[in-house]
């Protein structure tokens, strides 16, 4: 019984097309009986080399092959797909209805796992949609300001050397939801919590600037200024099976305007003063968000300790509603989190320690990456007309550091920049950032009235100190706010 011919591979095609054009003469021809040799040889038949052949294109003049030789089997076998406008079928189905596969197979009134072959294949992609900050004109107007304000003649971003960036984040004790890679048949942890509305957190308190070379000391500067908790130890009030009533616990505190000003003052301010690389002392910007327990930018007790020994640094409130304006909110709490959650932690003390051991261990290629990721950023955020409905823009900057390519900053490009400026050329441009500078001096007000009001007991015989205290004076038909 004769064996079966098998199927050429690709590699076994080209060697049937290199020996082919071996033997073909000059002027373009093979000689008499070569299919059947090399049908013979390849175990496959004539037809089989002829097609090859034909398929090859052979061109004379350059002695080459100008068409692909590959087996046609694969995309020419197999079953007919059924559902041919599929992907027509799904673009008309509103997105908010795409949420999961089970639901798009019911409109489309196909089975669940067929679909769930075309999505192996490549039809649909999933998506992660994230809630952003709503924005209103005002906001999108000083957004798109601050952006240009870092473009420089030449079209290339502010190194940001004189900005330092500080923000809050909850560290928490553990997460409602952890991925885990494990064994078939393993048996996955059993985790538990009394509440997972109330899982143990501490919120940090960071501040960073950009890398550098510190030639005053001839060493780096990793750009981390510093990482603060906010916390007291105080006795505990009750007994509990891990220790007496009495005994001294840390217990995290609520942040007010007293407590981040003096977070500020004592702790921020020295930080930056000693650890800066710079020789001269001037020009250095605290980068702020708008919560309301923030201190003004015109805060006496503040500015009194950044204008103290000499030095020159001011509070500047980012845009609001911007957290994508910001290191800290970009990426490099991100790297923090994640290097904690390896730690597993029981007590308060242990995720402090936990997260502290993490921000020293995050490396300053980091924190680079991540200021230049917040140029590409305000790229973006100038070509959108200040509105945040992008996509984080990735330079693979990992494999440019690798080769030494990684840029100091970047460039916008000149199309985007002339957009930006005819936008606020606008004549409604200047009224819309004023608009919104009074509002947040107006919310700024109210949480400095709202402090001052959870500090005094509020009846008919504390009327006059809370006068004093808040600064209403009162008039015949009114009252009016010391600003």
């Known amino acids: 019984m004769p064996q079966p011919e098998a199927?050429?591979?690709?590699?076994?095609?080209?060697?049937?097309?290199?020996?082919?054009?071996?033997?073909?003469?000059?002027?373009?021809?093979?000689?008499?009986?070569?299919?059947?040799?090399?049908?013979?040889?390849?175990?496959?038949?004539?037809?089989?080399?002829?097609?090859?052949?034909?398929r090859a294109?052979?061109?004379?003049?350059?002695?080459?092959?100008?068409?692909?030789?590959?087996?046609?089997?694969?995309?020419?076998?197999?079953?007919?797909?059924?559902?041919?406008?599929?992907?027509?079928?799904?673009?008309?189905?509103?997105?908010?209805?795409?949420?999961?596969?089970?639901?798009?197979?019911?409109?489309?009134?196909?089975?669940a796992t067929s679909l769930h072959r075309y999505f192996k294949q490549g039809l649909l992609v999933r998506h992660s949609s994230h809630l952003k900050p709503l924005l209103t004109d005002a906001n999108k107007a000083a957004r798109l300001k601050w952006a240009q304000k870092f473009v420089g003649p030449d079209l290339v971003f502010d190194d940001m050397m004189s900005y330092?960036?500080?923000?809050?984040?909850?560290?928490?004790?553990?997460?409602?939801?952890?991925?885990?890679?494990?064994?078939?048949?393993?048996?996955?942890?059993?985790?538990?919590?009394?509440?997972?509305?109330?899982i143990t957190k501490v919120m940090f308190l960071s501040a960073v600037a950009r890398p550098r070379w510190n030639y005053n000391k001839d060493e780096w500067f990793d750009g981390k200024i510093g990482t603060w908790h906010f916390t007291e130890v105080v006795p505990a009030q009750r007994n509990s099976r891990n220790r007496p009533s009495g005994t001294l616990v840390t217990v995290p505190v609520n942040v007010s305007r007293d407590t981040y000003r003096d977070m500020l003052v004592n702790n921020v301010i020295p930080a930056i003063k000693n650890k800066w690389p710079d020789a001269r002392?001037?020009?250095?910007?605290?980068?702020?968000?708008?919560?309301?327990?923030?201190?003004?930018?015109?805060?006496?007790?503040?500015?009194?300790?950044?204008?103290?020994?000499?030095?020159?640094?001011?509070?500047?409130?980012?845009?609001?509603?911007?957290?994508d304006l910001n290191v800290l909110d970009l990426g490099f709490f991100r790297a923090i989190q994640s290097l904690q959650e390896r730690t597993r932690c029981r007590t308060i003390d242990e995720l402090i320690?936990?997260?502290?051991?993490?921000?020293?261990?995050?490396?300053?290629?980091?924190?680079?990456?991540?200021?230049?990721?917040?140029?590409?950023?305000?790229?973006?955020t100038i070509r959108s007309g200040g509105n945040n409905n992008y996509k984080v823009p990735h330079m693979k900057k990992a494999p440019m550091m690798k080769q030494g390519r990684l840029p100091d900053a970047i460039e916008c490009p000149r199309d985007v920049f002339d957009h930006g400026l005819a936008l606020m050329g606008n004549e409604s441009f200047d009224a819309r950032v004023a608009l919104l500078s009074a509002e947040?001096?107006?919310?700024?007000?109210?949480?400095?009235?709202?402090?001052?009001?959870?500090?005094?007991?509020?009846?008919?015989?504390?009327?006059?100190?809370?006068?004093?205290?808040?600064?209403?004076?009162?008039?015949?038909?009114?009252?009016?706010?010391?600003?």
């Open 7 to 54: 199927n050429l591979t690709k590699q076994e095609r080209i060697d049937v097309s290199h020996q082919l054009l071996v033997l073909v003469s000059r002027d373009g021809k093979l000689p008499h009986g070569s299919f059947k040799r090399l049908a013979q040889r390849f175990n496959c038949s004539w037809l089989t080399i002829s097609r090859i052949w034909k």
């Open 57 to 111: 294109n052979f061109c004379p003049e350059s002695n080459t092959l100008l068409q692909d030789i590959g087996s046609r089997i694969k995309a020419a076998s197999g079953r007919k797909k059924k559902y041919t406008d599929l992907a027509q079928r799904i673009a008309a189905i509103p997105k908010t209805d795409r949420t999961t596969l089970k639901r798009i197979a019911s409109i489309v009134n196909m089975p």
């Open 164 to 198: 330092v960036h500080i923000d809050e984040k909850w560290f928490y004790m553990t997460r409602v939801k952890r991925t885990l890679y494990l064994l078939p048949g393993e048996e996955p942890p059993h985790r538990t919590t009394q509440s997972k509305r109330f």
């Open 281 to 323: 002392t001037s020009c250095i910007v605290i980068q702020q968000d708008n919560a309301r327990p923030h201190v003004t930018t015109t805060d006496k007790g503040v500015l009194a300790a950044c204008k103290a020994d000499g030095w020159d640094i001011a509070m500047e409130c980012q845009p609001p509603n911007s957290p």
């Open 353 to 380: 320690a936990a997260t502290l051991s993490a921000w020293v261990s995050v490396d300053a290629s980091t924190l680079n990456a991540n200021f230049l990721t917040l140029q590409s950023c305000m790229v973006e």
């Open 440 to 483: 947040v001096a107006m919310n700024m007000e109210l949480a400095k009235v709202s402090s001052a009001l959870e500090h005094l007991c509020v009846d008919h015989a504390d009327d006059d100190a809370i006068d004093d205290e808040v600064g209403w004076t009162d008039s015949a038909d009114s009252f009016d706010i010391i600003v």
